[in-house]
């Protein structure tokens, strides 16, 4: 009778442990959900470089549309213009398509 009791204890703790931890994921979940969705919402839809939290100055690769912190970037000056590259394949590819393009036109 005892160890029936014992049993009977036993999965009735198994069960409120369940219960719980089935809670408490679900409480978590929506707690990530909301904190997953508010950034998103703020930086989606614009065409501008994101902003940095450090302020620091975002700038574009031609070649791959990277976004590179510009004391990270490789420039080059082309025409009176300043590029940025993210990596010097990138510039070179840009150099090697540059030349195709001026060559063929
Ligand atoms: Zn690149």
Sequence with gaps: MTILARIVRFLLWLL???????????????LLENRGSSPQHAAKGSASPPPTKTGRHLVRDPVCGMYVDETLSIPMRE??????????ACRDAYVVSSKKFAASG
């Design 16 to 30: 409120v442990l369940s219960l719980s931890v089935r809670a408490l994921r679900r409480l978590f979940g929506l």
């Design 79 to 88: 025409d009176g213009e300043l590029l940025h590259f993210c990596s010097i």
